[in-house]
């Protein structure tokens, strides 16, 4: 039995002290992650800054709307409403991972967004809810926060699910454990002047109540900018259905097939050009709906499928092996081809005598 003993490199001299931003930062840095990592944390530390700070708006909201401070509330109606808006977030949570939870891995950037947004419409509707709901209305604000804690919870799922792709990604040396360590350092670094910048936010707020929903506005602003910027920034390795159709525009407008150019060209919100999938009965490309199915054999490789999927799109067999070559470059292989598997019918390949 051979042992390999794998060092993570190190970006500091042997016998010199650790520095102040292996705090923050994996050790190895910059040559231990890939190459967005520092701008990509940059701004998902923004974006976490702004929503702490608007969470600090809508803790008031939902004080206000729990009764807090008013002579007609009582504590067992307070703790119901919170006993509900709890029990909403986590079944919502629950049947949320359920439903998407074969798709996280496919789809790491729109997903990732999505859960972004989610946070937005729920820190939005919690600031909302004593207006929508008026003063007494305790029926129409236990629902409200209810609606907000399910949109919460999906966010939650999502982002934790994308964040451990992501965390792969980043992580060159097989140090995921110590990347994923860092995140949190700094998450609670980031939490730590939320709540310095917080308690400053709230003074001047309750001084100046008109300004509270501006200010949220702002940062609401702020936040979704932040997460756009930080989600293009990625630079993923595998194929799924996205970047597989980025590669295909991208040939045919005779632009460049690597990695950083396929990433820039993703949607993240509007539907893909082509769509694919494999294990199919029969092989077909249907031109209307630019969809691509093919049938897979029992020993296929991801690399065989691509070959498959790019003879169906072009015309001429060269194109397509140009494609292939062009797009692999020097890989023998692809890292993760993710389209959709059909999985009824697979057939197995013949023996030839």
Not at 121 to 143: H, I, Q, R, W, Y
Request: charged share 20%; with cysteine; aromatic share 8%.
């Amino acid at each position: 039995m051979v042992v390999v003993l794998r060092r993570v490199a190190s970006a500091e001299p042997e016998g010199s002290s650790r520095s102040w931003r292996s705090l923050l930062l994996p050790n190895g840095y910059p040559q231990s992650v890939s190459h967005e990592y520092l701008r990509f944390q940059c701004l998902d530390a923004v974006q976490g800054l702004s929503s702490y700070l608007r969470g600090v708006l809508t803790t008031q909201a939902i004080m206000q709307g729990l009764g807090i401070g008013s002579a007609s509330s009582t504590s067992l109606a307070a703790t119901s409403a919170w006993v509900y808006r709890e029990g909403a977030g986590m079944f919502g949570g629950l049947v949320f991972a359920w439903l998407g939870g074969g798709r996280f891995d496919a789809e790491v950037k729109q997903w990732r967004f999505f859960a972004d947004v989610c946070v937005d419409a729920a820190l939005t509707l919690e600031l909302l809810s004593p207006v929508l709901c008026g003063d007494d209305n305790a029926t129409c604000f236990t629902a409200v926060v209810c609606v907000a804690n399910v949109l919460k919870a999906m966010c939650g799922v999502a982002a934790g699910a994308t964040r451990a792709a992501i965390t792969s990604h980043f992580a060159l040396v097989g140090n995921t454990a110590d990347v994923q360590a860092k995140e949190g350092s700094q998450e609670t670094a980031v939490s730590l002047l939320g709540m310095v910048l917080g308690l400053q936010l709230a003074r001047v707020v309750d001084a100046h109540r008109e300004l509270g929903f501006a200010v949220f506005v702002v940062l609401t602003v702020v936040h979704l900018v932040a997460n756009w910027l930080a989600v293009r920034s990625l630079v993923l390795r595998d194929l799924n259905v996205g970047r597989l159709s980025a590669a295909f525009e991208a040939f045919s407008d005779g632009a460049p097939l690597s990695p950083e150019s396929i990433n820039a060209r993703e949607r993240l919100i509007l539907p893909h050009k082509f769509s694919f999938s494999v294990g199919c009965s029969e092989s077909a490309f249907d031109k209307e709906s630019s969809h691509v199915s093919v049938q897979t054999e029992q020993d296929a490789t991801d690399k065989d499928n691509l070959c498959a999927i790019a003879a169906l799109v072009f015309s001429r067999q060269e194109q397509a092996s140009d494609f292939v070559s062009q797009l692999l470059g020097d890989e023998k292989s692809l890292p993760q081809l993710r389209v959709p598997d059909a999985g009824w019918r697979v057939v197995e390949k013949k023996k030839t005598k």
